[in-house]
């Protein structure tokens, strides 16, 4: 019998480990409810099962299950933060999306509409991928409840604005090219963090910056430190809506062996959760963890790591969306 926390808030919480084992039972996220054992949830977890549109190695349908049971171990105070985000607002495991393994666009639409129908009731999402053709319909999404194009910080080994691979428009190396020519991303506040390794030719940096992205490489922030660049990046997004994208990739494969494109340089688990932390009191409204393909992951490494990173993620959107700070 599951035994979920109900917390002074009222709100309900994680099973409670200190009566019944981590490792027991099946996993949702942090080991919190499910959407169907609450009212309503202000922030929902949701995975989204695919990776058609991969270009290497296959395998992030899998990821969100794997993040799922990497979160057992996660507690319910984040001192980082000093922040408790289940006693804050109703955080719920909404499952995963049903989307067709075989048909691109049919698939967007589908994770398109079900981010619409999750987010009615003024839920924020943290999304599970999958691979990083989910962030298209997702930021559509986002940008239809914000009302207009929003501001996006994009966490990555590669910047994902490339036009086609083999003619193929919608891919997991094409999402902001089509965002940004689909005007759901306010160009004057979007930037690439951890970017390095080798490129097809310096036409995809000139076309990165056409299309108004800045670029902090995974090298400035080695050289500049956290701090430096979470003041470049806060100081570029303002007061806009932000929706956050992470490829799990942006960590150094000694971090996240278990994703499809690896480049040697990355980030560390670290500097990526310092960062992350520091985007605290920003109007975040959306973020998603994709590219955890669990078939090359080592004694889950990858999944403790996105655990992590969407934890970080859930509690500053818990944070954000408490009705004191939402009515801002």
Not at 8 to 29: E, K, M, Q, V
Not at 121 to 135: F, K, M, N, P
């Amino acid at each position: 019998m599951e035994e979920l926390r109900l917390s002074a808030n009222g709100n309900l919480g994680p099973i409670d480990s200190a009566r019944i084992p981590r490792y027991a039972g099946a996993a949702t996220f942090a080991r919190l409810p499910r959407l169907d054992q609450v009212d309503r949830a202000d922030v929902a977890v949701v995975g989204v099962p695919f990776d058609s549109g991969v270009s290497y190695r296959p395998g992030a349908r899998f990821g969100a299950n794997h993040v799922r049971e990497a979160s057992r171990l996660l507690r319910p105070y984040n001192p980082a933060l000093d922040l408790s985000p289940f006693e804050l607002v109703q955080v719920a495991d909404a499952g995963d999306m049903a989307v067709n393994p075989f048909n691109i666009n049919e698939a967007l639409e589908t994770i398109q509409q079900n981010a619409l129908d999750l987010t009615a009731g003024g839920a924020r999402l943290v999304t599970l991928g999958g691979d990083h053709t989910i962030a298209l319909p997702l930021l559509r999404a986002a940008a239809q409840r914000a009302g207009g194009p929003v501001a996006m910080l994009h966490f990555d080994a590669h910047l994902d604005t490339w036009d086609t691979y083999f003619g193929a428009e919608y891919t997991h190396g094409t999402p902001f090219r089509r965002a940004v020519e689909e005007g759901i991303l306010d160009t004057e506040a979007i930037s690439h963090v951890g970017t390095r390794g080798p490129l097809y030719g310096h036409k995809d940096l000139e076309d990165d910056r056409r299309f108004g992205f800045g670029i902090v490489t995974s090298a400035d922030v080695f050289r500049q430190g956290v701090d430096e660049v979470v003041a470049k990046l806060r100081d570029r997004i303002g007061n806009r809506p932000l929706y956050v994208s992470v490829d799990i990739d942006v960590l150094d494969p000694a971090h996240a062996p278990g994703t499809g494109t690896p480049e040697a340089g990355g980030v560390t688990s670290r500097e990526l959760l310092e960062i992350l932390r520091g985007l605290r009191g920003l109007n975040l409204i959306g973020a998603d963890v994709v590219e955890v393909a669990p078939a090359y992951d080592h004694a889950e490494l990858t999944g403790v790591a996105a655990s992590h990173v969407a934890y970080d993620l859930v509690t500053l959107l818990a944070d954000g969306a408490r009705p004191e700070v939402a009515a801002r």
